[in-house]
Every structure is written in C-alpha cells, then in structure tokens.
C-alpha cells in the first residue's frame, strides 16, 4: 500500500520561499513518477509540477519560474521549492504518486500566502 506523507507547508508572506517535502513508502520509489498538485477553495485541484522516474519535469504556466521539483532517491523523498510566493498561491498541496496504474494521493498540506 501507498503512502504519502506531505510536511512543509505554513503561512508566509508575498515574496516568501517555503519547502514542501513528501515522503513515500510501499513503491519502488525511483522509477515511481510523482506530482504536486493543489486545490484552493472553491476550485478544481491542480497540477503544479510533475517529476518522472528519469528526472523530467514539467510545471503548470503560473509557476514556471518560481517552484522546482526534485526529487532523492534515497530518501524516497519528492520536493517541492517554492520561491517568489503569491497570494494566489495559497491552497492545499498535494503529493501524488503514479505507481501500477492508481494514482496515489497524500493528505495535503496547508500553504497560505498572505499579502
């Protein structure tokens, strides 16, 4: 079984960096691809970023810039770096790990931008 455990997230204010980290267990972790996505209230839930088991990444329009994903094999740790905060940013932040065909989520943490 997939878990996924989020940390990281807090209020910070425009122009701030925050870190989000998720940890994984129950997958091969480095040929897993794994995503961030967000939903704020009210609307749908996003992609932000996205890392292949190879390392390729791509990122939503309204981020490019300003978040990189990466990720440690050897952690089995996916991150998300997220500088330059907006207000708009503000949202629950999920991990999503693609493992055998199911899409896996965490609980999500919390990101407020204020202004």
């Known amino acids: 079984q997939v878990q996924l455990v989020e940390s990281g997230g807090g209020l910070v204010q425009a122009g701030g960096s925050l870190r989000l980290s998720c940890a994984a267990s129950?997958?091969?972790?480095?040929?897993?691809?794994m995503a961030w996505y967000r939903q704020a209230p009210g609307k749908h839930r996003e992609l932000v970023a996205a890392?292949?088991?190879?390392?390729?990444?791509n990122y939503a329009d309204s981020v490019k810039g300003r978040f990189t994903i990466s990720r440690d094999n050897a952690k089995n740790t996916v991150y998300l770096q997220m500088n330059s905060l907006k207000p708009e940013d503000t949202a629950v932040y999920y991990c999503?790990?693609?493992?055998?065909?199911?899409?896996?989520w965490g609980q999500g943490t919390q990101v407020t931008v204020s202004s």
């Open positions: 890392i292949a088991s190879g390392g390729n990444t």
């Open positions: 129950g997958t091969i972790f480095s040929i897993t691809s």
């Open positions: 999503n790990a693609d493992w055998l065909g199911s899409s896996n």
